[in-house]
């Protein structure tokens, strides 16, 4: 079908431009030369009703059908956000076990972010976008910025952490990375899906201000700095309205005070209502699965909210066909953008550098959290027999988790990256633990005995030199997945209780935890090392290896923070109606208090905080400068300080720069995140690293004013190497 298209569309273009040799005007939505927005006038004013309804809904489970009549091609989707996902059969769930839609699998973005580095973001993004478009698809279902509110949300490991300023810094790379191969990211999910756990109903509260300050601005950016061709609505409702109809969201802020240009669409199956659809402002209808009531009918696209009943709305005169012509028109500018972009780069898959990207993030993304006694790095050659025990080591994680499942053409477990990295005759491997294989909607057992599993690791632990034990979550129902949440903060299957049996067969025990969340860790007085370790994609293993064995030096940072326990997260201090919600809504009474903020501003120590992750080698800090003691609103800050790397290895170190204000007329959280940068330093090598922070980005979103507001006080800027690790402060005045 779509091949028929393509060429029906060379055909066209091949009549047209004989028909423009014979001195016969090219049509205006056919001739690059012309602008975009009169291209899209041009092509809206030939399409008829129809074709103009048809162009808005989907007409198979990951494509809209274009206008076939004017050579305007079909629209492919695909998820994201790590990689580009495998075929599926036109109108089903089933894959449709294609043998060339295996793809490079990325980390994922919780590892994205714990690079804490831009420019790798902009690598990720771009070598996604050429792989989606080799594989013909036009968008990318991805970067998913949903805040990490909770640790048991199941879709976590998908996000770029708890911190607004971080994944937005993050974010905007991983779109123009991906944009500039004419392939649109689609920011999602627009917005407050913090849980999964009852997302398809579940109607948020929170206030004005935590919106603004915690939960928009990582899609704010997306749309102003990124210029994001699309963005998907989310499930769940916002003040008692679906968001992917929301008019709150989608109206005022996106479109109107963002000046969002591109494409609405709703996530699969998240538009509820006609008159909601069409007149707040969602533009492209995906995945309704509905012939108006029920679940399960096939090819019912017709039926959509977007489709007849739309179209019967407009014939009727209750609907004004304006209504329709704005969503054509965003349609058609994402056409221009994408598949009728004549210019757009072929893209490629499965490259050399695509592989060398997927270990970069891996390598860059591993958080060092504990090290004493030097247990890491592992140098081969200083033991003779290293276990590694548990599922992780070698379970296949790219695949389950829900829609950003991978079929990667290669994923290296990190078992085989050990035994690559130490040789065959050194590791010793025993699963110690098992689960089922991932399923969306339930959990499948193991099938393998649990307690002969704990006796073999027990055994090998005790006969090896050193142990490394890999476990974690993985992308099963209710653990790192889509569609609910985990039920707790602890390891599951038995895990803990492994773990204590296994230090106690041989103290000389390391923990490598592979997750998109945190876990409660009762075992961590009695272990000298740990690593998170994040879904690492088509390169797991040798990034691994590399970091144990120390030839790559951990630089990673946690992009969220890691409490004790689960009531020391902010969103479960406050009980049920916090989180999941009660009777069907949730109140966000954490309110601007997430993660670190909280944990600072009510002085509740976490276990390990947001920004933290060692090296092995270490750092130090000089004094920080400001380039003047007095600003005015549109300046920035000069700050300025020395970093020397004083161990023995080459290394990386995030310096992160937190703001506090002196005294604010209302409530701000001890600190906020507002500058950040990657310093790469050899053995003894000292630079001036110098950031400029926008004065601006000191300012609270006044909810009186509706109004970011930036108070004449003072400012303190804390330059250090974790969101409770200071190092140095310098304080300025802000004077308007
Ligand atoms: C997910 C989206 C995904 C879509 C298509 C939905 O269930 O929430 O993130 O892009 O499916 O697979």
Not at 223 to 240: H, L, P, T
């Amino acid at each position: 079908m779509k091949h028929t298209l393509v060429t029906l569309f060379s055909v066209m273009l091949l009549t047209l431009t004989s028909r423009s040799l014979a001195q016969e005007p090219l049509p205006v939505y056919l001739d690059d030369s012309q602008p975009v927005e009169a291209r899209i006038e041009d092509a809206l004013s030939r399409m008829t009703l129809k074709e103009k309804i048809a162009i808005i809904h989907a007409q198979s489970k990951f494509s809209a059908p274009g206008c076939p009549r004017l050579g305007i091609p079909e629209l492919w989707l695909s998820d994201g956000p790590h990689g580009v996902r495998m075929e599926f059969v036109w109108d089903d769930w089933n894959h449709a076990d294609w043998t060339n839609d295996s793809c490079t699998a990325y980390p994922a973005l919780t590892c994205l972010a714990a690079t804490f580095n831009p420019d790798l973001a902009f690598r990720y993004g771009n070598a996604i976008g050429q792989e989606a478009r080799y594989r013909k698809k036009d968008i990318i279902l991805g970067p998913g910025v949903n805040i990490y509110r909770t640790p048991l949300s199941g879709r976590n490991f998908e996000y770029m952490g708890e911190d607004p300023y971080l994944s937005s810094r993050m974010v905007v790379p991983y779109v123009k990375g991906m944009q500039q191969n004419g392939v649109a990211a689609c920011l999602k999910h627009f917005a407050l899906n913090n849980q999964e756990k009852n997302r398809d109903n579940i109607n948020v509260e929170v206030s004005d201000r935590a919106l603004r300050e915690i939960y928009l601005p990582a899609f704010k950016a997306g749309v102003q700095e990124g210029g994001v061709w699309a963005i998907m609505g989310s499930y769940n409702k916002f003040r008692g309205q679906y968001c992917s109809h929301n008019e709150i969201l989608i109206n005022q802020i996106l479109k109107k005070e963002w000046g969002f240009d591109g494409v609405m669409l709703t996530d699969w199956g998240s538009a509820h209502d006609t008159d909601e659809a069409a007149r707040n402002g969602l533009d492209l209808e995906m995945g309704s699965w509905t012939n108006g009531l029920t679940w399960g009918v096939s090819s019912a696209y017709d039926n959509y909210y977007l489709a007849q009943p739309f179209l019967k709305k407009i014939e009727s005169g209750e609907l004004p066909e304006s209504l329709l012509d704005e969503k054509v028109r965003r349609v058609l500018r994402l056409c221009f953008r994408t598949n009728m972009n004549r210019n757009r780069p072929y893209g490629c898959k499965l490259t050399p550098e695509h592989t060398e990207i997927a270990r970069r993030v891996a390598e860059e993304g591993i958080v060092l959290l504990k090290n004493e006694n030097h247990f890491f790095p592992i140098a081969p050659g200083r033991y003779q027999k290293i276990a590694v025990i548990g599922e992780n080591a070698v379970k296949r994680l790219s695949e389950g988790g829900g829609s950003s499942e991978l079929k990667p053409q290669k994923e290296i477990s990190p078992l085989e990256g050990m035994i690559e990295k130490y040789g065959r005759e050194h590791i010793v491997f025993t699963l110690g633990y098992a689960s089922g294989a991932p399923n969306y909607s339930n959990e499948l057992p193991s099938g393998l005995d649990a307690d002969s599993l704990v006796r073999e690791a027990v055994k090998v632990a005790r006969e090896a030199d050193v142990v490394l034990f890999f476990g974690g979550l993985n992308k099963n129902f209710q653990q790192d997945c889509e569609g609910d949440d985990r039920r707790n903060m602890d390891l599951p299957f038995g895990q803990n209780e492994l773990i204590e049996r296994i230090i106690e067969a041989n103290p000389n025990t390391g923990i490598i935890l592979i997750s998109g969340n945190a876990v409660s860790m009762p075992w961590l007085s009695q272990v000298d090392g740990l690593i998170q370790s994040w879904y690492l994609g088509s390169q797991g293993g040798p990034a691994t290896a590399n970091v144990i064995s120390g030839e790559v030096n951990p630089s990673g940072k946690l992009p969220f923070t890691i409490p004790v326990k689960l009531e020391d997260n902010s969103a479960h201090y406050f009980g049920e109606e916090s989180y999941p919600g009660v009777n069907g809504t949730q109140y966000y009474k954490d309110d601007i208090l997430v993660g670190y903020r909280w944990h600072d501003t009510r002085n509740i120590k976490p276990q390990f905080p947001f920004g933290y992750g060692l090296s092995y080698t270490t750092f130090r800090y000089g004094k920080a400068h400001t380039d003047k003691k007095n600003y005015t609103a549109d300046e920035s800050v000069k700050l300025t300080f020395t970093l020397k790397n004083s161990g023995a290895k080459a290394g990386a170190e995030t310096v992160q720069v937190y703001m506090s204000q002196k005294k604010p007329s209302v409530l701000r959280p001890v600190k906020e995140l507002k500058a950040f940068k990657k310093v790469y330093l050899q053995p003894g090598e000292e630079q001036v690293v110098e950031l400029e922070i926008p004065v601006q980005s000191f300012a609270f979103y006044d909810e009186g004013l509706g109004d970011w507001k930036l108070e004449n006080d003072k400012y303190t800027l804390h330059v250090a190497s974790s969101s409770r690790k200071i190092h140095s402060t310098a304080t300025i005045e802000v004077n308007n």
